[in-house]
């Protein structure tokens, strides 16, 4: 988790965290972690059951269980360390370029933190690793709605452009839907009612979703004020690829 922030944070920001406030959070979090489990371990077998705070003397497990107390706070140590760099950072920390580790997947090849569009032209993948494979005269993807939200479809096999495909637009309605459904399973343990009461509920969220998500309702099939971008001195356009340089 820790080093998933660490490598996403300049993509996700535009900054990069600081490298030596980096190498503490990790020996902190390394010996902490070991310190809290590794006597946890030797405590099991030695007969203390999970989830248990008071025991007696005798037992000998007050050492075991100190040391793991002093691992815990290490952790938190490691933690407050983690924290302090990340607003640190996001405050003054150096600016990010757009591929620090020299990544090879799509997204390094644009800006940190990228655009609101993501890319100004969908590229093509020339190899199976899509940055350090790509060639000069790399294709482009052109002809795409600006006003909607599309991708292009293509061949399985050759990736030939087959059709572009529009997603839906941002909608309240799935976050209705889960509130009726947490609803239902909560309401459930009072009255046996809540079930047919939340499907009722879900059938009328569901349709009106469907509804508004209809064939009449999307482009290209829109009104034509709607869609401007898809027909150029009178004829569609239709998705092509094209060399960049």
């Given at each position: 988790?820790f080093?998933?922030v660490y490598?996403w944070f300049?993509?996700?920001t535009g900054?990069?965290l600081?490298?030596?406030?980096?190498l503490v959070?990790f020996?902190?979090?390394f010996?902490g972690?070991?310190l809290?489990?590794?006597?946890?371990?030797?405590l099991g077998l030695d007969g203390m059951?999970?989830r248990?705070?008071t025991?007696?003397?005798?037992?000998?497990?007050?050492?075991?269980?100190?040391l793991?107390t002093?691992?815990a706070?290490?952790?938190?140590?490691g933690?407050?360390?983690?924290?302090?760099?990340?607003?640190y950072s996001l405050l003054?920390?150096?600016?990010?370029?757009?591929?620090?580790w020299?990544?090879?997947?799509?997204?390094?090849?644009?800006?940190?933190p990228?655009?609101?569009?993501?890319?100004?032209?969908i590229?093509?993948?020339e190899?199976p690793?899509?940055?350090?494979?790509r060639?000069?005269q790399?294709s482009?993807v052109t002809?795409?709605?600006v006003?909607f939200r599309?991708?292009?479809?293509?061949?399985?096999?050759d990736?030939?452009?087959?059709?572009?495909h529009?997603s839906p637009?941002?909608?309240?309605v799935?976050?209705?839907l889960?509130?009726?459904t947490?609803?239902?399973?909560?309401?459930?343990?009072?009255?046996?009612w809540a079930i047919?009461?939340?499907?009722f509920g879900?059938?009328v969220v569901?349709?009106?979703?469907?509804?508004?998500?209809?064939?009449e309702?999307r482009?290209p099939?829109s009104?034509p004020?709607?869609?401007?971008e898809y027909?150029?001195?009178?004829?569609?356009v239709?998705?092509s690829?094209e060399?960049a340089g």
């Amino acid at each position: 988790l820790f080093g998933a922030v660490y490598y996403w944070f300049p993509k996700m920001t535009g900054r990069m965290l600081n490298e030596r406030a980096g190498l503490v959070n990790f020996v902190l979090m390394f010996v902490g972690f070991n310190l809290v489990f590794f006597p946890m371990h030797i405590l099991g077998l030695d007969g203390m059951p999970r989830r248990i705070y008071t025991y007696v003397t005798e037992t000998g497990w007050g050492n075991l269980n100190m040391l793991a107390t002093i691992g815990a706070f290490t952790m938190g140590v490691g933690a407050v360390v983690f924290v302090s760099n990340v607003v640190y950072s996001l405050l003054k920390g150096p600016k990010a370029p757009d591929n620090p580790w020299g990544s090879d997947t799509l997204e390094w090849s644009v800006s940190s933190p990228p655009p609101a569009y993501n890319y100004q032209y969908i590229t093509s993948v020339e190899g199976p690793n899509a940055l350090w494979d790509r060639t000069p005269q790399y294709s482009i993807v052109t002809g795409l709605h600006v006003n909607f939200r599309e991708f292009l479809a293509t061949t399985i096999h050759d990736a030939v452009p087959e059709h572009r495909h529009t997603s839906p637009k941002p909608s309240i309605v799935p976050l209705l839907l889960a509130i009726n459904t947490a609803g239902g399973f909560i309401a459930f343990m009072f009255t046996a009612w809540a079930i047919p009461a939340a499907l009722f509920g879900a059938f009328v969220v569901l349709f009106f979703w469907f509804l508004s998500n209809s064939e009449e309702h999307r482009p290209p099939f829109s009104a034509p004020s709607d869609n401007p971008e898809y027909l150029v001195s009178g004829e569609k356009v239709e998705p092509s690829m094209e060399a960049a340089g």
